[in-house]
């Protein structure tokens, strides 16, 4: 726009005003995993030595990213891993760990997995949704029993999800929580003081199927996936380590449950931006992150 006084163009700047619901931060404390809960869930995270494949949950004081079962193994390890190790300050790693300890975020992932792999086919025709009825203690157990009974039909696709892991990746950074901020940020208006005082959350994007992951599902067809046609599957030193560990666990607890289905176990590479490793996690697919597909609840938007 220009100024009437001078009729000199001016560059003004947009204002963002943001709303929320006065339930908006109740209902979010209502639903969120508690503190308490995903401090003691990280606490249970199991690393892998990234040189023998061992669990080993000593970290590489400089990167933060590696971990070691010994002294020995880190020793060993330091020519290859001097090649990547890069100072660490920021805490993304830690809200990496944070992530995948929160139940409920953890479960938002395995879906968009579900949906990105084809381990479960969603509906055409979406069932409605039920509800509790009149909220009586016989309805609540009655829909309960319903869930139960649903939860049965809750196996994967077919597929040789049990002999090799699919791969994914995603990009992960920290951002401001408050829009005004983000605003900001992009243009350039905060000072550093304020950077380093502001509100941050972690942030996921660009999760799609590793060019690594073997088998090709999707089909390389998919406009999801970036694998290279015939590509084969990523051989690092321990690269599957975390994904074997995962497995025996999971068949341990199925040992004397035979007619369980065993869910696929998927390596999910997390890619961050001041960093030139990777923090790779394996996830257990859940049955209920199944069920959600394969009723509808779930779909994927292109």
């Known amino acids: 726009m220009s100024s009437p006084s ?7 700047l947009p204002t963002v005003v943001t709303v929320a619901h006065p339930a908006n931060k109740a209902t979010f404390r209502a639903m969120a995993v508690p503190k308490g809960e995903i401090r003691k869930a990280r606490e249970n995270i199991k690393t892998t030595c990234s040189y023998c494949g061992e669990i080993g949950q000593q970290k590489c004081a400089r990167c933060k990213i590696a971990s070691y079962c010994s002294r020995e193994c880190q020793r060993k390890d330091w020519p290859d891993h001097k090649k990547s190790c890069t100072e660490m300050t920021s805490i993304t790693p830690r809200m990496v760990n944070s992530l995948i300890a929160n139940q409920t975020l953890n479960l938002f992932l395995q879906v968009a997995l579900v949906l990105m792999f084809n381990i479960a086919t969603p509906p055409a025709n979406p069932k409605p949704k039920h509800d509790m009825g009149s909220g009586s203690s016989s309805d609540i157990a009655a829909e309960m029993q319903r869930l139960s009974l649903e939860m049965r039909e809750a196996i994967p696709n077919t597929g040789n999800w049990d002999e090799v892991p699919f791969i994914a990746k995603c990009k992960v950074e920290i951002r401001p929580s ?6 900001k940020l992009v243009n350039g208006q905060l000072t550093e003081a304020e950077l380093g005082s502001i509100e941050g959350m972690l942030h996921l994007s660009d999760l799609v199927p590793s060019e690594f992951s073997n088998p090709p599902i999707p089909l390389s067809s998919s406009p999801l996936s970036t694998r290279a046609p015939n590509a084969p599957p990523y051989q690092g030193k321990t690269r599957l380590e975390p994904w074997k560990k995962t497995k025996e666990l999971r068949d341990r607890h199925l040992a004397d449950s035979p ?16 960093a030139t490793q990777l923090i790779t996690a394996a996830i257990s697919i859940q049955q209920v992150a199944i069920h959600w597909v394969k009723q509808g609840a779930a779909t994927l938007v292109k």
């Open 259 to 274: 007619s369980t289905p065993k869910l696929p176990i998927c390596l999910l590479d997390f890619s961050l931006p001041d």
């Open 178 to 183: 408050d829009a005004n901020n983000f605003v």
């Open 6 to 12: 001078s009729g000199n163009p001016t560059v003004q």
